[in-house]
T-cell receptor
Framework: KQEVTQIPAALSVPEGENLVLNCSFT??????LQWFRQDPGKGLTSLLLIQSSQREQTSGRLNASLDKSSGRSTLYIAASQPGDSATYLCASATGANSKLTFGKGITLSVRP | NAGVMQNPRHLVRRRGQEARLRCSPM?????VYWYRQLPEEGLKFMVYLQKENIIDESGMPKERFSAEFPKEGPSILRIQQVVRGDSAAYFC?????????????FGPGTRLLVL
């Protein structure tokens, strides 16, 4: 049974800092790994999807990497802004049905 | 192209009542997933449906919960005889074809409160 862990649960950084959010998973037989953003009281917004055959994906100031052998993914946020404050969730898809197993998320606060 | 729509956004029920949650997938998407987010917990998979078929319901409680995705109309998650422990945010996600290369697009969720 897949388990996804995100540590720490919360992070506070000053504006402009580059930061790395970590995600680990126990079953390396994943089809893909996704990073989502969730704002308070809102739904999830997909940020990046990395297929199992890929090592990383980039979108703007975001870069996500995947290391299946070590069961880890990282989300790198460059030049953080207060608008980046949100909860960041990683999720892995295992099994042909693409159902996602989520971590509990990292709540990020970027201070002006 | 409207995103995934869920209604109601907030639902209050008393213990023993029924809750019906609706999800309209994105246009052209025929695959729907339901997830539940309990307080202080991560999102947990409940059920995966295609039009008129339940593909995987391994995450759904055996009693009181049911889901459908009819040929016409939204997907429905139904909770009978609700209890306080059912209070949670329920999210649905839709996908074009159920392939692992595809992103799941999430709706805004329905927040159920059981009094």
């Amino acid at each position: 049974k897949q388990e996804v862990t995100q540590i720490p649960a919360a992070l506070s950084v000053p504006e402009g800092e580059n930061l790395v959010l970590n995600c680990s998973f126990t079953d390396s037989a994943i089809y893909n790994l996704q990073w989502f953003r969730q704002d308070p009281g809102k739904g999830l917004t997909s940020l990046l999807l990395i297929q199992s055959s890929q090592r990383e994906q980039t979108s703007g100031r975001l870069n996500a990497s995947l290391d299946k052998s070590s069961g880890r993914s990282t989300l790198y946020i460059a030049a953080s802004q207060p608008g980046d404050s949100a909860t960041y969730l990683c999720a892995s898809a295992t099994g042909a049905n693409s159902k996602l197993t989520f971590g509990k998320g990292i709540t990020l606060s970027v201070r002006p | 192209n409207a995103g995934v729509m869920q209604n109601p956004r907030h639902l209050v029920r008393r213990r023993g009542q029924e809750a019906r949650l609706r999800c309209s997938p994105m246009k052209g998407h025929s695959h729907v997933y339901w997830y539940r987010q309990l307080p202080e917990e991560g999102l947990k998979f409940m059920v995966y449906l295609q039009k008129e078929n339940i593909i995987d319901e391994s995450g759904m409680p055996k009693e009181r919960f049911s889901a459908e995705f009819p040929k016409e109309g939204p997907s429905i998650l139904r909770i009978q005889q609700v209890v306080r422990g059912d209070s949670a945010a329920y999210f649905c996600a839709s996908q074009v074809g159920g392939r692992t290369q595809e992103t799941q697009y999430f709706g805004p969720g329905t927040r159920l409160l059981v009094l």
